[in-house]
């Protein structure tokens, strides 16, 4: 079965900092990774997603993420927080097959970004 | 991007009674949805797998006769919480791909916060 592992529950940053949310997961085959944002009152937004190809993903509001195989890992990344990029974060790991579209998600983690 | 809505975004209800929330795709057509649940401060819980036209495949420990699914059309699938219960208190949030592929993209609805009393 596969299993999605955030080891940090709460991450604070000071804004303009760079940030690094880790992501392990645990998969038989090769897996598609997300990677999403939760705020208070909104629903999941997707910031990036890996399938196949380069391992380093571009994703929106300045976010990257790598896919290290060797690693089982898939760290979210930006180079300079805002305040604005306060919120939860998940990874999650999805299916193919029959089994495409359900996605396991890892516990999130909390991001606060002080001035 | 596409969109998905839920409906209600906050229900409080007694002890015993029913409760359903709707999950709707609004531009575009979703054969499948799927449906989690969050409890506070914890990760989301894939609980079932909503199937237009036919019925609904659930995880293993999710009790399909108290979490009624029905997939009635291409936009909408409805969660029934029957004889709500105090510990069904949770956020349920649906999503849905938005085409047919393995590597679609899932798109979140807001959440239903279900408070049950």
């Known amino acids: 079965a596969q299993s999605v592992t955030q080891p940090d529950i709460h991450i604070t940053v000071s804004e303009g900092a760079s940030l690094e949310l880790r992501c392990n997961y645990s998969?038989?085959?090769?897996?598609?990774l997300f990677w999403y944002v939760q705020s208070p009152g909104q629903g999941l937004q997707l910031l990036l997603k890996?399938?196949?190809?380069?391992?380093l993903v571009q994703g929106i509001k300045g976010f990257e993420a790598e896919f290290k195989r060797s690693q089982s890992s898939f760290n979210l990344r930006k180079p300079s927080v805002h305040w604005s990029d306060a919120a939860e974060y998940f990874c999650?790991?999805?299916?193919?097959?029959?089994?495409?579209?359900?996605?396991?998600f890892g516990q999130g983690t909390i991001l606060t970004v002080h001035p | 991007g596409a969109v998905v809505s839920q409906h209600p975004s906050r229900v409080i209800c007694k002890s015993g009674t029913s409760v359903k929330i709707e999950c709707r795709s609004l531009d575009f057509q979703a054969t499948t949805m799927f449906w989690y649940r969050q409890f506070p401060k914890q990760s989301l819980m894939l609980m079932a797998t909503?199937?237009?036209?036919?019925?609904?495949?659930?995880e293993q420990g999710v009790e399909k006769d108290k979490f009624l699914i029905n997939h009635a059309s291409l936009t909408l699938s409805t969660l029934t919480v029957t004889s709500a219960h105090p510990e069904d208190s949770s956020f349920y949030i649906c999503s849905a791909p938005s085409s047919g592929g393995a590597t679609d993209t899932q798109y979140f609805g807001p959440g239903t916060r279900l408070t049950v009393l």
């Open positions: 999650a790991v999805g299916a193919g097959g029959t089994s495409y579209g359900k996605l396991t």
């Open positions: 909503s199937n237009e036209g036919s019925k609904a495949t659930y």
């Open positions: 998969y038989g085959a090769t897996p598609y």
């Open positions: 890996y399938f196949s190809g380069d391992t």
